[in-house]
């Protein structure tokens, strides 16, 4: 089973990413899937979650109103838009998922069953 998150890079503050992760091994369409992010020298962080249809989306209060998360099951795939980009938001963001009824919830308390590797992004002031 491989999560496999393209589409960091470097950008200015205020600029835009889009995130991709692509799964592959297993179908993901019936679990919660997730973005989190790790910056150096700090824990990895929650950043947001959408449950196995994307009916239910739930955000870290430091990305509400700039991020979206939505997936496509046809592709077995998650993004991430990443809108009005910080310095702060630098960090290597990974995809994961969680599977089970309580997955969605799990996700938030940073539960994962499967994690991606990371993809780095970097937002210049």
């Known amino acids: 089973v491989q999560l496999q998150a393209s589409g960091g890079g470097m950008v200015q503050a205020g600029g835009s990413l889009r995130l991709s992760c692509a799964a592959s091994?297993?179908?993901?369409?019936?679990?919660?899937m997730g973005w989190f992010r790790q910056a150096p020298g700090k824990e990895r962080e929650f950043v947001a979650a959408i449950s196995w249809n994307g009916a239910i989306a739930y955000y870290a209060d430091s990305v509400k109103g700039r991020f979206t998360i939505s997936r496509d099951n046809a592709k077995n795939t998650v993004y991430l838009q990443m809108n009005s980009l910080k310095p702060e938001d630098t960090a290597v963001y990974y995809c994961a998922a969680s599977t089970g009824g309580t997955g969605l919830l799990r996700l938030r308390r940073v539960s994962v069953d499967y994690w991606g590797q990371g993809t780095q992004v970097t937002v210049s002031s």
């Open positions: 091994g297993r179908t993901f369409s019936s679990d919660a």
